[in-house]
């Protein structure tokens, strides 16, 4: 018995290395260089329902390094968007529910910034530069991107804020832009030599969404690199490099996660497997019910899910929407992975992929997958048990050298 295939399943990890900043073409140029397919990004005007829209992409010099600089030109140019409308376009889309999550909680970042600055109510917002074609595919293409690389987490390296003045709908403004001041609080930021907007409102709301973590690059196996061109031209290469591999080392696969918990004492509990299902179908990494008593001493469950921060909002518009909750807390936890791949093994009842978890490069945990041995049980009218356990052997076998040579011996 063999290995028939190997797959590899880990999860992608995303450096931003924002020396120059960053803008919304910039990131999408970037994941463009690192393999995402223009065609897609083509395609994604047409699921959003943008007509006229021209999409190029191509390589650029920026002082002696490469990089790729994306266009997207409109003939809808001078068309000014509220935040109603463009959420509107995003909503009644048909890219799919993650991508639409995400998108339309970036442009909510950037809308609640404006309207805290300009005192406007957040429908009443118009984007002005902000609410062009090429701004709405920046942020959808760049979230769709991640999805397709299999991007988990993004990490950036502080932001360069620059100084100056830069020109408006609104007039000249100081640099770094307000916008960009209010979305960046709580970013790790400095001020760097720049005397220009070298961080946009799109790129520091990508930014806030999409990171979970801000600092020096973590220790990983690198995979690729991609570089995303700037528009202008500065004392140095004005690129956004992107870094993507796994992160290796014990300790060091670990994400920032949300759990969002909910007591419930007055919903028939054969709903609860409806609940959970619909709560992963919207993201979540894990469900978990914990049975628990409260006041006047009734039976109740707290309803828990563990989810990215990107997800949250359509996570607790399925637990108010399908319990009876009033409420749910909300805590903010560090999950710790262990490295992920998956392996084919052929067995005497047939194949079957087995989970292999590794630390520090050592395997830790195999598991085979349940679907696989309960399809071949079925099929072959053999015990589930028995499946679980030759597949087991067969994956020891190769992962970790157990039982080899022990058929044929003495012939």
Request: aromatic share 6%; glycine share 10%.
């Amino acid at each position: 018995m063999g290995l028939a295939q190997k797959e590899m399943g880990m999860e992608k990890s995303l450096y931003l290395d924002a020396h120059t900043g960053i803008s919304g073409d910039m990131f999408l140029g970037a994941l463009l260089d690192l393999g995402f397919p223009l065609e897609r990004l083509r395609a994604l005007a047409s699921e959003l329902g943008l007509s006229g829209v021209e999409i190029s992409a191509f390589s650029v010099e920026r002082r002696g390094l490469r990089g790729t600089k994306v266009r997207i030109k409109t003939l809808n140019r001078g068309v000014v968007r509220t935040y109603r409308h463009i959420r509107g376009i995003i909503e009644t889309s048909v890219v799919g529910d993650t991508i639409k999550s995400r998108s339309l909680e970036v442009f909510r970042v950037m809308a609640e910034a404006e309207s805290k600055i300009h005192a406007r109510n957040l429908d009443q917002i118009h984007f002005h530069e902000l609410g062009g074609e090429d701004t709405i595919l920046d942020v959808v293409g760049t979230i769709s991107a991640l999805e397709f690389l299999k991007v988990r987490e993004v990490i950036c390296s502080p932001l360069p804020l620059g100084k100056g003045r830069v020109r408006t709908q609104h007039g000249l403004l100081p640099v770094p832009a307000p916008a960009v001041v209010e979305i960046l609080r709580g970013v790790p930021v400095y001020g760097g030599d720049f005397t220009t907007e070298v961080v946009t409102p799109t790129g520091a709301a990508l930014v806030k969404v999409l990171c979970q973590e801000f600092g020096p690059l973590p220790p990983m196996r690198l995979e690729s690199v991609g570089y995303g061109a700037g528009e202008r031209d500065l004392e140095m290469p004005n690129l956004l490099r992107v870094l993507l591999g796994v992160r290796t080392r014990a300790g060091d696969l670990r994400a920032m996660r949300l759990v969002i918990s909910a007591n419930i004492d007055d919903m028939n509990p054969e709903l609860y497997p409806f609940v959970m299902e619909k709560l992963f179908q919207a993201g979540a990494e894990d469900v978990w019910l914990i049975p628990v008593q409260m006041k006047k001493s009734r039976p109740a469950v707290i309803l828990n899910a563990l989810v990215d921060p990107s997800d949250e909002e359509m996570v607790k518009g399925i637990i108010f929407d399908e319990t009876k909750t009033l409420g749910v807390r909300i805590t903010r936890v560090e999950k710790e992975y262990l490295e992920r791949e998956s392996i084919s093994v052929d067995t005497m009842y047939g194949t079957v992929m087995v989970k292999l978890a590794r630390r520090a490069g050592k395997v830790v945990n195999l598991s085979p997958e349940y679907e696989d041995c309960r399809r071949i049980a079925v099929e072959r009218g053999v015990p589930l048990k028995d499946v679980y356990s030759e597949a087991e052997k067969e994956a020891r076998k190769i992962v970790l050298g157990e039982g080899k040579g022990e058929e044929g011996e003495g012939a």
